[in-house]
């Protein structure tokens, strides 16, 4: 297997796991089909592995899937998470159990990251305090005390302003302005069940306050998810992933769950904590599994006439086979 990305260059990453590829983090494979590819980090795209032994690698992937967990799924794609792996499962639709999420991984690297702002940002103002605490003879002790809540509240400012990445701005159907869309904005939202798309998100007018107009599909999810950031960011307890995986699963799945949410046509600031981190979740995954099956449609054709070519004539094959292991330089000299 080669070790950089076809498209873009980038390193792959990750060592292969259980697929003895000795590359790839993120694996994707199709058991009817003979497909293994491997998912670059930077640009997602899909490496198609070679065909030899591919076999056997499907066969070892497939059994780690067994024992992962099922984290979201279309018709035609399941994320698996498995250790440390990311085991994309598509093609045949797979009979799914819904067992424990593991989000709390995700939860993690989200306050890592908040974290990395919070942290330095405490530092420069509790050495800023002190020298004003010292110039004041120590009278404002209890000042410095509130340093980290001071920089998390300033974070928080921060994600809120974040403008909602929309294609196009949505005009008030009230007022007739141009919203201009902040994360804030979207604690009053409501999500609402729509009949073409999923999930319909009827937004509140940042200028008259009336509900002015709704998104669907792929925007409604995507301004979601940064509303729920947001959201998240505001509470004061919190809330176990354990407990809102929980919620997912006795809903049924992310599916369920968030249709089970549009139904009650809350604001997203009503809705209870445990269960708003449950709909983070839901929708989460359910946007990274969507990106895949896209993204597996494109690999897929391109496998389709990779795998078909070679398997009509040996010359072929063996052509294919000496470009492959070429890399992907596209066949220009070692320098
Ligand atoms: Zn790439
Ligand atoms: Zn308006």
């Known amino acids: 297997m080669y070790r950089t990305c076809a498209f873009c260059n980038g390193k792959l990453d990750g060592d292969g796991g259980p697929s003895g590829l000795g590359v790839g983090r993120r694996l994707a494979f199709d058991e009817w089909r003979s497909r293994l590819w491997v998912i670059c ?6 490496n198609l592995a070679p065909l030899e032994e591919r076999l056997e690698q499907i066969e070892a992937l497939a059994r780690a899937a067994r024992e992962g967990r099922v984290a979201a799924a279309t018709e035609q794609v ?5 250790q440390g792996y990311d085991l994309v499962r598509v093609g045949k639709p797979p009979r799914l159990e819904f067992a424990t999420w593991r989000y709390g991984e995700r939860l993690k690297a989200r306050r890592r990251e908040q974290l ?5 940002l405490t530092v420069a103002t ?4 002190v020298a004003v605490n010292v110039a004041a003879g120590g009278s404002v002790g209890v000042f410095v005390w509130n340093m980290p809540r001071m920089a998390q509240w300033m974070y928080r400012g921060i994600v809120g302003r974040r403008a909602v990445g929309l294609v196009e701005p949505p005009i008030c159907e009230r007022c007739g302005t141009v919203m201009r869309l902040q994360a804030r904005h979207m604690a009053h939202a409501r999500v609402v069940p729509d009949t073409k798309a999923d999930l319909g998100l009827v937004l509140s007018c940042p200028s ?5 107009a709704m998104l669907i599909g792929p925007e409604a999810q995507a301004a979601l998810r940064q509303g729920l950031t947001y959201l998240a960011l505001t509470r004061r307890r919190r809330e176990r992933a354990e407990d809102a995986a929980r919620l997912v699963e006795g809903a049924g799945g992310p599916e369920r769950l968030i249709r089970d949410v549009a139904r009650r046509e809350l604001t997203l600031r009503s809705i209870a904590p445990e269960r708003r981190l449950a709909l983070e979740m839901a929708v989460d995954e359910q946007a990274e599994v969507a990106a895949l099956e896209r993204q597996w449609r ?3 054709e391109i496998a389709e006439i990779a795998d078909g070519l070679l398997s009509t004539t040996a010359e072929l094959e063996a052509e294919l086979r000496r470009l492959k292991e070429r890399g992907p330089d596209g066949g220009q000299p070692p320098s």
Request: charged letters at 25%.
């Open 126 to 129: 509790v050495g800023l305090a």
């Open 298 to 300: 494109e690999a897929e």
């Open 116 to 120: 990395k702002f919070v942290v330095p």
């Open 208 to 212: 008259c306050h009336a509900e002015g």
């Open 41 to 46: 980090p930077k640009c997602s795209r899909w």
């Open 78 to 82: 399941a994320l698996i998470r498995w």
